[in-house]
């Protein structure tokens, strides 16, 4: 056997064996695996998504989805005969006067919001400078809002009852307190909307502050240096700045005010009216056994707070602010 041939032969050998010991180990196929790993990376966030996504469909699309099969029928919430109505449900929202009166409850809401925005924006914008105890109303401003609902509508219920705080406060200044706040529409309409009030404005507060802690640092100086006043800083540098967050707000704002439930039913039950269009759904449901009108309710309200926040972003869109 010729050298040339020995060495031929010890490489056959030394092939064959490799090949054995990779198809051994698995990885005789590096194509196959580089494809399964891509495949693999693709899938990962999906992976991650699923979860979430499982839960979603489960807990907000598909409730959402019978809510409004339940709004065409006549079921009352426990008989499994749910019998198919059209839009009998809707046409009672509409033309039954005590059934849509509700909605007018909510300008109480409403302004109480702009005042809660009107007095967040103010802190927030005094606060962002350099103030002393400045933290200190941060925290002040902001701890309504980790309260309880419930809770708050306990205290405030005791705070305007006769005799109760409020009229004790007014009486040391000598104010007549022969007044049941929570006794005429108007007055305990004033009476909640002015709770949300103070509930609420720490969080359109932190949202601001946020907002205006986030413009760059040199624009202040710039203002400072050319003379600019505070009110010049806020109109020219702070309004154009958290013009998205203040959008925000409002669109907050305004489904909040029609979405109000916690306090008033917790402090009238709807009583004296101060009833909101989702205690009145509530009612529906559970007191009156109509849960095919209440889903009807429930869906004009959505499809409301939809069509507000739409045309609110066609009127106010957002731009892309770049003071810099």
Same mark, same amino acid.
């Given at each position: /056997?010729?050298?040339?041939?020995?060495?031929?032969?010890?490489?056959?050998?030394?092939?064959?064996?490799?090949?054995?010991?990779?198809?051994?180990?698995?990885?005789?196929?590096?194509? &196959?695996?580089? !494809?399964?790993?891509?495949?693999?990376?693709? =899938?990962?966030?999906?992976?991650?998504?699923?979860?979430?996504?499982?839960?979603?469909?489960?807990?907000?699309?598909?409730?959402?989805?019978? /809510?409004? %099969?339940?709004?065409?029928?006549?079921?009352?919430?426990?008989?499994?005969?749910?019998?198919?109505?059209?839009?009998?449900? %809707?046409v009672?929202?509409?033309?039954?006067?005590?059934?849509?009166?509700?909605?007018?409850?909510?300008?109480?809401?409403?302004?109480?919001?702009v005042?809660?925005?009107a007095?967040?924006?103010?802190?927030?914008?005094?606060?962002?400078?350099?103030?002393?105890?400045?933290?200190?109303?941060?925290?002040?401003?902001?701890?309504?809002?980790?309260?309880? &609902?419930?809770?708050?509508?306990?205290?405030?219920l %005791?705070?305007?009852?006769? &005799?109760?705080?409020l009229d004790?406060?007014?009486?040391?200044?000598?104010?007549?307190?022969?007044?049941?706040?929570l006794?005429?529409?108007?007055?305990?309409?004033?009476?909640?909307?002015?709770?949300?009030?103070?509930?609420?404005?720490?969080?359109?507060?932190?949202?601001?502050?946020?907002?205006?802690?986030?413009?760059?640092?040199?624009?202040?100086?710039a =203002?400072?240096?050319d003379?600019? !006043?505070?009110?010049?800083?806020?109109?020219?540098?702070?309004?154009?700045?958290?013009?998205?967050?203040?959008?925000?707000s409002?669109?907050?704002?305004?489904?909040?005010?029609?979405?109000?439930?916690?306090?008033? %039913?917790? /402090? !009238?039950?709807?009583?004296?009216?101060?009833?909101?269009?989702?205690?009145?759904?509530?009612?529906?449901?559970?007191?009156?056994?109509?849960t095919?009108?209440?889903?009807?309710?429930?869906?004009?309200?959505?499809?409301?707070?939809?069509?507000?926040t739409?045309?609110?972003?066609?009127?106010?869109?957002d731009?892309?602010?770049?003071?810099?």
């Amino acid at each position: /056997m010729t050298k040339t041939t020995e060495v031929a032969s010890v490489k056959t050998h030394r092939a064959v064996t490799s090949r054995r010991r990779t198809k051994a180990s698995g990885t005789s196929h590096p194509r &196959g695996r580089r !494809t399964w790993g891509q495949l693999l990376r693709r =899938a990962t966030p999906w992976l991650f998504l699923a979860a979430p996504l499982v839960l979603l469909i489960t807990f907000t699309y598909v409730p959402v989805g019978n /809510m409004i %099969y339940y709004s065409f029928t006549d079921w009352d919430g426990i008989s499994p005969d749910r019998n198919f109505t059209g839009a009998d449900n %809707y046409v009672q929202i509409f033309t039954r006067p005590e059934l849509f009166r509700v909605f007018f409850v909510s300008f109480y809401y409403l302004a109480a919001s702009v005042a809660q925005i009107a007095i967040a924006l103010y802190f927030a914008t005094v606060l962002s400078f350099d103030l002393r105890f400045r933290n200190l109303f941060k925290g002040l401003l902001f701890f309504p809002y980790l309260i309880n &609902g419930v809770a708050i509508g306990f205290v405030f219920l %005791y705070f305007f009852q006769d &005799g109760g705080t409020l009229d004790s406060v007014l009486s040391w200044f000598g104010a007549d307190t022969d007044h049941a706040w929570l006794g005429d529409p108007e007055s305990a309409n004033t009476s909640l909307a002015g709770v949300s009030v103070w509930r609420f404005t720490g969080l359109n507060f932190v949202l601001f502050l946020g907002a205006i802690q986030s413009i760059p640092g040199e624009l202040y100086e710039a =203002a400072q240096l050319d003379g600019a !006043t505070r009110w010049q800083q806020f109109r020219h540098i702070i309004a154009p700045s958290i013009r998205p967050v203040l959008s925000l707000s409002i669109i907050l704002a305004i489904s909040g005010s029609l979405a109000v439930f916690e306090i008033p %039913y917790i /402090m !009238t039950g709807g009583a004296t009216g101060t009833s909101t269009f989702v205690i009145q759904t509530v009612k529906l449901a559970f007191q009156f056994n109509k849960t095919g009108l209440a889903s009807a309710a429930a869906v004009v309200l959505l499809m409301i707070i939809l069509l507000i926040t739409w045309i609110q972003r066609r009127l106010v869109p957002d731009e892309k602010v770049d003071l810099v």
